[in-house]
């Protein structure tokens, strides 16, 4: 827990160059062996969902504390246990309205600039794409000891 | 008049920033995305954009369950940990 709350206040060195693949991977295995040690084996469906949020736990970690929607994404987790349940939100009107839909499906999108909301965006999408490409990687090599 | 000319310079390239990085995300869109966008708006690149994450966010989610299942097949009692488990005792 100490060695993630650092991790997260320290900036990303490399901010134009992207996250790095292997610490993704670091991290995200790290956090699987623990849900595995954590979570009793007859409650598949919690274990999937802890897994998910491990998933971006682990992008917004390695992304750092330089990105709103890696800032957005680990408030959200942390605040999980008080939050109610989801209301949607109003749009406040300096941020403006254009690209409503993208504004909720970008973590902080809401309080964004246009031109910010686009490039938060990029590097969100950048984000998603390298752990899924991770989680499949795993699944992967995982599935081949079967039949 | 020299305000009123600085004001449509700042205001051109606001839009040129924005145009480019409407291309950058269009870059970012996997090649059967990509297709249908290559002289789309910038309305159509967006929509096109919120159809990929949620479909990422979905993969994220369809993944997490197939490692939990994963998980399941290392526990005890399953076929396959008994094979696993015989390899490493013989």
């Keep these: 827990m100490d ?21 993704l991977a670091f991290r995200f295995l ?7 040690r954590t979570t009793p084996a007859s409650s598949r469906t919690c274990r999937g969902r802890r897994i998910e949020r491990a998933a971006y736990a682990s992008m917004a970690y390695t992304a750092g504390a330089s990105r709103a929607w890696s800032r957005a994404v680990l408030r959200r987790l942390h605040h999980r246990a008080r939050r109610r349940a989801v209301a949607p939100r109003r749009l406040s009107t300096t941020a403006g309205n254009r690209a409503e839909a993208l504004r909720r499906l970008v973590p902080g999108g809401g309080g964004m600039d246009y031109c910010t909301l686009l490039e938060e965006t990029a590097d969100y999408i950048k984000c998603l794409s390298m752990q899924v490409e991770l989680m499949q990687g795993i699944v992967d090599s995982a599935s081949s000891y079967g039949p | 008049m020299p305000v ?29 995305r990509r297709r249908s966008m290559s002289r789309a708006s910038a309305a159509k690149l967006l929509k096109e954009t919120c159809s ?11 993944l997490s369950d197939r490692l939990s299942d994963l998980m399941s097949t290392m526990d005890s009692g399953s076929p396959q940990a008994e094979i696993i488990r015989s390899i490493l005792r013989s």
């Design chain 1, 3 to 23: 060695s993630k709350s650092s991790a997260c206040s320290s900036p990303n060195p490399n901010p134009t160059l992207g996250p790095s693949k292997l610490m």
């Design chain 1, 30 to 36: 790290r956090a699987l062996s623990l849900v595995r």
């Design chain 2, 52 to 62: 990929y994450i949620k479909s990422l966010h979905r993969e994220v989610g369809d």
């Design chain 2, 4 to 32: 009123e000319m600085s004001s449509r310079r700042s205001s051109r390239i606001t839009d040129e920033e924005i145009s480019e990085l409407i291309s950058k995300l269009q870059s970012l869109l996997p090649e059967s």
